[in-house]
């Protein structure tokens, strides 16, 4: 298993709205395609961040579904609607080892 943890900075004071379109719109649509261990705001370091953790089997997993959902039109047609909130993105991929608790 691979974790990525996708970390959003959000225009300051929008997290409470980005996340409630997030919810509301998108979650249900990339949950057919990754597993979500978790999410948080962040309350030191780059403030204003929203932090997702997302669970795939391997790397090669994760750029399938992720093929498959920039595939997904309903996918496609809500991304527009998260993209004002975003002042920055980064993706880091987290492997296990082998006494971590999460495998």
Same mark, same amino acid.
């Given at each position: ?85 975003? /002042?920055?993105?980064?993706? /880091? ?11």
């Amino acid at each position: 298993m691979i974790l990525e943890m996708r970390t959003y900075q959000i225009q300051a004071g929008k997290a409470p709205e980005f996340l409630k379109i997030y919810q509301a719109n998108g979650l249900h649509i990339i949950t057919r395609y990754a597993r979500l261990i978790g999410c948080w705001t962040k309350e030191s370091g780059v403030l204003n961040s929203v932090v997702f953790l997302w669970a795939y089997d391997d790397f090669a997993h994760r750029s399938a579904q992720r093929t498959k959902m920039a595939q997904d039109a309903e996918w496609t047609a809500f991304v527009p609607s998260i993209l004002p909130y975003l /002042v920055h993105q980064e993706s /880091v991929f987290l492997n296990p080892v082998g006494f971590s608790p999460i495998q």
